[in-house]
């Protein structure tokens, strides 16, 4: 019995699988297989409830196969410009990037500033996300930046303390590395490991520093760090490996 609901589970309504891979409304694809513009196993399919196995079934619209992906994960190397978000009225989202998606409901594990590059996971397992992105499990991020201003001769210890960068609002411990100062401190490139993820955290941290941040970019999240051959607005599949290590990661990391 046990088995046979294993079995079971696999299985999903045909215009279920459709419009989970985008192509269109539950309404539009009863209309599209009414029309006999579906198939499946080469053969036209009418019943737009009609249960699929995505392991064993083919499934075509318009004599084009569809392909059935339950969780996708991929890496993008965030541009300037464009925003963390599924949709935006006025610029580019990052969504709109990952051209080879199946599924129509992807979306950004957490946000970086419109100005701001570097890794972003792109998914629709929400319990992953929320793994990575709960306070409660303080997942390192690590960022580079470069910084006007000359540091403070502390910011090491103050960002290791954690710093209030509004009334009330105190920031974990965090680890500044300073890589390089340009020419008499005034400026610096910095590695800045937080964990945790308040709005616009890395800049006000630098601002009650007396410094600005002036470009920033995210290296590392969890386990997953960015590939170095991905040029802004370039993205890649993660592999099994990634993923599994993101997974347990976050579960580790209960803290
Ligand atoms: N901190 C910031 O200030 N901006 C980002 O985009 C990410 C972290």
């Known amino acids: 019995m046990a088995r046979v609901k294993e079995i079971m589970a696999?299985?999903?309504?045909?215009?279920?699988y459709l419009a989970?891979?985008?192509?269109?409304?539950?309404?539009?694809?009863?209309e599209m297989a009414r029309k006999g513009r579906i198939?499946?196993?080469g053969i036209p399919e009418k019943k737009p409830e009609r249960k699929i196995d995505p392991a064993c079934n083919q499934v075509e619209l318009d004599g084009r196969i569809i392909e059935y992906a339950k969780y996708e994960y991929y890496l993008l190397n965030k541009p300037q410009g464009v925003v963390s978000a599924t949709e935006d009225s006025?610029?580019?989202?990052?969504?709109?990037?990952?051209?080879?998606?199946k599924r129509d409901d992807l979306f950004p594990v957490g946000r970086l500033d419109i100005d701001t590059e570097g890794l972003l996971l792109i998914t629709n397992d929400g319990d992953l996300a929320h793994q990575l992105l709960s306070p409660k499990?303080?997942?390192?991020?690590?960022?580079?930046a470069r910084?006007?201003?000359?540091l403070p001769a502390d910011a090491k210890n103050r960002m290791k303390e954690g710093l209030e960068i509004s009334e009330g609002i105190l920031t974990l411990p965090a680890d500044l590395e300073i890589l390089n100062y340009g020419q008499n401190r005034a400026s610096s490139e910095i590695r800045l490991t937080?964990?945790?993820g308040k709005f616009h955290q890395v800049k006000r941290m630098f601002e009650v520093l007396g410094c600005s941040v002036v470009y920033l970019k995210r290296l590392s999240m969890g386990s997953l760090t960015l590939d170095e051959t991905l040029e802004p607005g370039q993205y890649r599949l993660l592999t099994e490996e990634e993923i599994g290590e993101l997974k347990s990661h976050g579960k580790e990391r209960k803290a």
Do not use: A, P, W
């Open 137 to 144: 499990k303080h997942v390192d991020k690590v960022y580079f």
């Open 20 to 30: 989970e891979m985008g192509q269109g409304t539950r309404s539009q694809i009863k």
């Open 147 to 150: 910084v006007d201003g000359e």
């Open 194 to 196: 937080i964990r945790e």
């Open 10 to 16: 696999k299985e999903i309504r045909l215009d279920k």
């Open 39 to 41: 198939s499946v196993d």
């Open 90 to 101: 006025r610029y580019e989202t990052v969504i709109s990037l990952i051209r080879d998606r």
